[in-house]
Structures are given as C-alpha cells and as structure tokens.
C-alpha cells in the first residue's frame, strides 16, 4: 500500500511558475514509477509527465515539454513537479501517482488526493 499526498497548488498569473511535491508512504518508494496528472473542469483526466523508478527516465505530454520538469528524491519520499512559464489552459486538479510497472504510462495503482492549479491571464 502506498499513500500519496500532494502540496505546493495555488492560484499564480500566466508566465509564472509553482512546484508541486507529492510525499509517498512506505519503504519502497523507490521501485515506483511515479506520474502526474491532471483534470481540468469538466473534462477527463490527462497524462502530464511520469518518471521510471529504475533508471529515471522521464516522459512528458507534448504540452508541457520545456515548460515542466519532473523529479524525485528517494531519499525523502518525494517526486515533484516543476511548473514553468504557466499558461491558463495548465489550470487543472493535478494528481499524483504510482505503478510498480516500468512503464510510465502504465495505468498507476495508487493515487494521491489531488491539488488545484489555478493559471490566472
């Protein structure tokens, strides 16, 4: 079992730039493949970015390459994501989550709660 709690959504103006983190329980942590999604209002959640637990491969949606950046900390449980040059159509609830699957885009077996992002123009 593997909990996931994610912080660091706000309310910030096009252009500007937040950091999401999502903290993971348990030990083994670091044989998770960890990914971000989101939803926005209304309409189905989408893949965002996703990093492999085994040699930290990364894999975004062609939305946001260039403008995001996903990593982790095995060390403290913890994958973020950084959040640049934000526009209002990133406005969306971002989720967090992970797979024991090397794939990235595997369907992920745990998720997080969820953190709104809202993108102000």
């Known amino acids: 079992q593997v909990q996931l709690v994610e912080s660091g959504g706000g309310l910030v103006q096009a252009g500007g730039s937040l950091r999401l983190s999502c903290a993971a329980s348990g030990r083994t942590f670091s044989s998770y493949t960890m990914t971000w999604f989101r939803q926005p209002a209304g309409k189905e959640r989408e893949f965002v970015a996703g990093?492999?637990?085994?040699?930290?491969?990364?894999d975004y949606t062609d939305s946001v390459k260039g403008r995001f950046t996903i990593s982790r900390d095995n060390s403290e449980n913890t994958v973020y994501l950084q959040m640049n040059s934000l526009k209002p159509e990133d406005t969306a609830v971002y989720y967090c989550?992970?797979?024991?699957?090397?794939?990235?885009?595997?369907?992920?077996?745990?998720w997080g709660q969820g953190t709104q992002v809202t993108v102000s123009s």
């Open positions: 990093i492999s637990w085994n040699d930290g491969g990364v």
């Open positions: 989550a992970a797979s024991p699957r090397l794939t990235i885009r595997a369907n992920p077996s745990y």
